[in-house]
């Protein structure tokens, strides 16, 4: 294996609720960070890569998103802009377009949607099924999703199906359907809200899929103050995600059981509807993350930078807690204890941002901010590079490459 010094470092976040290094330098090694520290005091390594005092922070952890699906839903979305009422129509639609797309179509729409979140710096990213809602359908989707990701999510409690009855679904996801998916999938989901499943179907879900080997986790409290915050508490989840709108108890319960309270602030801005209150969270001591949920109907982004501008305008979060969240947070939110920062033995999985600091990510909502993105000490996003082949040499960064 070669060492690579990323050096000309001009702010390093190492972890986001640590201040920040100026003037420092990275070693990667074998795919991990090797040591950081001031730039004077570098190792020598094989390779070197200055990067013009520009700002490194580690890779953005994306806990939640729906990336296997097909067919497109912009029309509802401008419908729901121009003012017409929600419809539950939509999500029928992406399950008879992806139902009707092929392994290979579904394939390169994950491959297209988990490049474009390379390109904004996340590295690391869970996916859900949920848009097959049959045996067949729902093992294909986790099976595609395994080919990018160890975090796949089996989610067949989405919602209950056309004319099915409820009760003949939930047995339904946890008898066949949960034992074609289980051998593809990590965790199992379910979204616990009034007009989905409620809290004694969600419960029989997750604990069905804990009897198979897999972790829970749960969407809860997105649309109305119901009992899913209570139920993934009392479960001992590792998250719970929305928390959109929260009960006393329900904040409690959160600090009191560590179970990470995961913010979806992209369907907050696409749907119009309130934000979450992250700053009652973190006063009340319970651990937050962010995260995308991208999905074709209440939230098409994949871009964690724009979570972060919106947590910290609209949710009271500094931008060192926002960044925090949607790093380290993250990292937790999937039970990952080294993910998320870049510490000594840490996945060298980090971004260099062209900006003097961190705090860009916020101060300049929607620029492309993100330069490169590494996963494992490897390269495999320069936004550099590409803008090479059309700008002249003189509008290329002093020292972007060496050795
Ligand atoms: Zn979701």
Not at 84 to 109: F, N, P
Request: net charge negative; glycine share 10%; hydrophobic share 40%.
């Amino acid at each position: 294996m070669t060492s690579t010094l990323i050096t000309g470092i001009g702010q390093l976040v190492v972890d986001a609720s640590r201040p920040p290094l100026h003037d420092a330098a990275l070693v990667v090694d074998d795919g991990r960070v090797a040591w950081y520290g001031p730039r004077s005091g570098a190792p020598a390594s094989d390779d070197v890569v200055d990067i013009a005092d520009r700002c490194i922070i580690p890779g953005f952890v994306d806990s939640h998103s729906h990336l296997v699906f097909a067919g497109d839903r912009s029309a509802e979305f401008e419908a729901r802009m121009s003012g017409e009422s929600y419809t539950a129509g939509g999500i029928r639609s992406t399950v008879s377009a992806t139902r009707a797309a092929t392994d290979e179509e579904l394939t390169r729409h994950v491959q297209r949607l988990v490049q474009e979140m390379r390109r904004q710096g996340t590295t690391t990213v869970e996916i859900k099924s949920g848009y097959g809602l049959t045996v067949e359908d729902e093992a294909r989707s986790l099976r595609i999703a395994r080919q990018f990701t160890p975090d796949t999510t089996f989610l067949g409690a989405h919602v209950v199906p056309g004319e099915t009855d409820p009760a003949e679904y939930v047995a339904l996801v946890t008898g066949a359907m949960l034992r074609a998916a289980a051998p593809h999938a990590t965790w199992i989901d379910a979204f616990c809200e009034r007009g989905a499943f409620d809290a004694d179907q969600a419960r029989t879900v997750l604990e069905a899929g804990r009897a198979v080997g897999l972790k829970g986790r749960l969407h809860a409290n997105q649309l109305t103050q119901g009992p899913g915050v209570q139920l993934a508490c009392e479960l001992g989840l590792v998250a719970v995600d929305h928390c959109t709108f929260l009960s006393d108890p329900d904040v409690d319960a959160l600090a009191q059981t560590g179970t990470i309270a995961t913010l979806l602030p992209g369907v907050e801005f696409s749907t119009r509807q309130p934000w979450p209150d992250a700053r009652r969270l973190l006063d009340a001591g319970v651990t937050v993350a962010l995260a995308s949920d991208c999905n074709p109907g209440s939230c098409f982004t994949t871009s964690l930078p724009f979570c972060i501008a919106l947590a910290v305008r609209d949710m009271g979060m500094t931008p060192a807690e926002a960044l925090w969240a949607a790093t380290a947070g993250g990292a937790r939110a999937l039970g990952r204890d080294d993910g998320g920062t870049l510490d000594v033995g840490a996945p060298a999985d980090f971004i260099v941002l062209d900006a003097p600091s961190f705090v860009h990510l916020a101060y300049r909502p929607g620029v492309p901010l993100v330069a490169q993105t590494w996963v494992q000490g490897h390269r495999v996003h320069d936004a550099t590079s590409a803008r090479d082949t059309t700008t002249s040499n003189a509008q290329t960064p002093r020292g972007t490459h060496h050795g």
